[in-house]
Structure formats: C-alpha cells, structure tokens
C-alpha cells in the first residue's frame, strides 16, 4: 500500500495556466483518463526528476508551391540519395520520383479556386538529443506519423543521422481527405511530443515530453534563424539581429522595473516549485521504500531548478553588469596617479 496517489503538483506544473478568473477546461494530464492513473503519474515524475532526454517536435516551415515543395524534399532526400518513406512503407527514390509528388500534391490544390495560394505542406523535424539510436528515432517517428495523421494527410519521412544527431524530416500534405485541412494549435504541438515521447520510450528509449515551465524554464526557445543570426554576429561575421538589438533596447529600457507578465510567470514558477515540494514530502511519508527515493529525487531536481527569468530579466542583469565593471575600471583608474601626486 501507498499514501501517494495522484501528484497534484505535478499535475498543475504540466497542465497550461489560465487566466485569472476563468474556469480550466483542459482534460487532466494525470490520472484515469490520462496517463495510467497514479502509476503514470509516478512514472512520469520519476523520468522528470531523473532529467530523461526531451523529445522534440518542431513545426519548422511550409511550402507555397509545387517547386518549393520539389526543393525541400531535395534537400531532406539528399538530392533524391535517401529514399522518402510514405505511409504503409511505401519508397520513393530519386528526383524523378520526388519530383512527381511534389507535382501531385501541389496539382490536388490548383483545382479548388479558394485554395491556390494555400500552403501545400508542413514541414516538421522529430529529433533526440546525440547519442540516442538513430534506428529507433526512425521507428519511432513512423509509429507518430502513423497515429498522429494515419490515412488522412499524405505524408513522407526520411532519417538523417550524418552528423550523430538522429533526426528525422517530416512533410505533410496540408490538404487532407473529405476537406480535412492541417491546422495545428499550440495544444496540438504538445500532444505530438507526449505521442513521439511515447513511441520512443516503447521503443527502449528514455524520453519525456514536459512543458518548459515544468522543468523550471521560463525564457522561451529561441527560434532558429535568431540563434542562427546570433551565433554570427558573436562570431563577428554578421551585424546583430534586430531581434537582440530590440531586446536590448527594451531592457534597457526597464531597467528596475518587471512587466506584469513577469510577475506573472514568476509567481507561477513559485507555485510550480511548492507544488513539487509537496509532493516530495508526500514521498517521502509513503511506506513505500521506492516512493521514499523518489521523493527524495523529487526534492533534488527541485533544488537544481534553474533560476526563473525571462529574457528580459537576464539582459537587464547582463546590461547592469557592464554599467558596474564600467563604473568601477573608471574609479579605479586614477588611483596610481593621485596617490603619486601626494607624495
């Protein structure tokens, strides 16, 4: 027997916040009509407290056209080298044969007059950190495509695991079957992670699917093309985004201030944080020798949660820093000289 039933705390840590005032209406995360009721939940939080590998699921373009499609799949199929895989395991090879679905996918929408200027497909990247088994992230994302889109979107997937990071490129046709049209929503993007995590761990692999603020993240991922740009400007080969510039600016700006959204999210942190408190402590009551050690887990992970910052926060802290050092060379300097000057 155990006290430990259901994880509260860690329940609220993944479920989206909502605003003040409104009534949740998100399904339970935990619990019987979530992930296996309280042997789930003790097995999710066990994964989140040991820090397992975070599965990703990322929406990274889409195509406008027939040629654009024909040049995307190119480039994920290595100029036709690596054979794109469809439903049912069905290959496609050569640029000839990419070509021809390009051209099929993209003919379906020239016909229907409201849909000429539509995007024609998705493109989305299924990774796992380096080191993980390329064999069975490709598994693992033909079991996801084949639970999250089945027979009604058309889709084509390829591994690519040149560089030690499995990964796998996955376009889908946005125009579906009986007018189904792909339209994800945030929410949406979270249930795919939790579905390719799932797939991953049936598959042997260790892997979760926690939201940021679960694992203690405030500032959010920074997209791929800032990060690109960034990593040249510090690089010197390039002129600073002006995505940075502007965050610059704005931190600058605020300097002792902190927006209400800030508040907002530090304070839910703060809540986060007790809530998994609480569940150590709960843990570490059970008669359960093996709850007891999670709990314990529990209460390590907690404490080498990172510090909760937004983006802006860690600039004014980096913008005061250099007003410091800045101010103190300045006082410092004339010392030599003037103690000279005495003598």
């Known amino acids: ?78 100029s036709g080298r690596l054979p794109l895989e469809g439903p049912d395991g069905e290959r496609l090879a050569g640029r000839v044969e990419v070509r021809a679905l390009a051209d099929d996918w993209a003919g379906e929408l020239s016909v229907e007059p409201l849909r000429r200027r539509t995007a024609v497909s998705m493109s989305i990247v299924l990774s796992m950190p380096a080191g993980t088994e390329a064999f069975r992230v490709e598994d693992a994302s033909r079991a996801f495509a084949e639970k999250v889109f089945g027979e009604r979107f058309a889709y084509v997937f390829v591994l690519h695991d040149e560089d030690r990071h499995p990964h796998v490129h996955l376009t889908v046709r946005m125009s579906g079957r009986e007018g189904a049209r792909l339209n994800p929503r945030k929410a949406d993007l979270q249930r795919w992670r939790e579905v390719f995590a799932e797939a991953l761990r049936e598959r042997g692999v260790e892997a979760e699917a926690t939201p940021r603020r679960a694992r203690g993240v405030v500032q959010k991922a920074e997209h791929t093309s800032v990060r690109k740009a960034r990593e040249r400007f510090e690089a ?108």
């Open 1 to 78: 027997m155990t006290d430990f039933r259901s994880p509260f705390g860690f329940e609220e840590a993944l479920r989206p916040p909502v605003q003040p005032g409104r009534a949740r209406i998100t399904r339970p995360v935990l619990g019987p009509s979530g992930s296996g009721g309280g042997k789930g939940a003790r097995a999710a939080l066990a994964r989140v407290a040991r820090r397992v590998p975070e599965a990703m699921v990322k929406i990274t373009g889409k195509t406008r056209d027939a040629g654009h499609l024909a040049r995307h799949l190119d480039y994920i199929s290595r």
């Open 236 to 343: 010197g080969a390039g002129p600073m985004p002006k995505v940075l510039a502007g965050a610059l600016r704005e931190a600058a700006r605020g300097e002792g201030e902190m927006a209400s959204w800030e508040r907002q999210s530090i304070e839910r942190q703060r809540l986060i944080r007790r809530a998994y408190v609480a569940d150590a402590l709960a843990l570490s009551r059970s008669v359960d020798p093996r709850e007891r050690e999670l709990g314990r887990s529990v209460e390590a992970f907690v404490r080498g949660l990172p510090k909760p910052e937004t983006r802006r926060m860690r600039l004014r802290d980096e913008i005061a820093a250099v007003r410091d050092r800045a101010d103190g060379g300045a006082t410092r300097s004339p010392e030599p000289g003037a103690r000279g000057r005495s003598r």
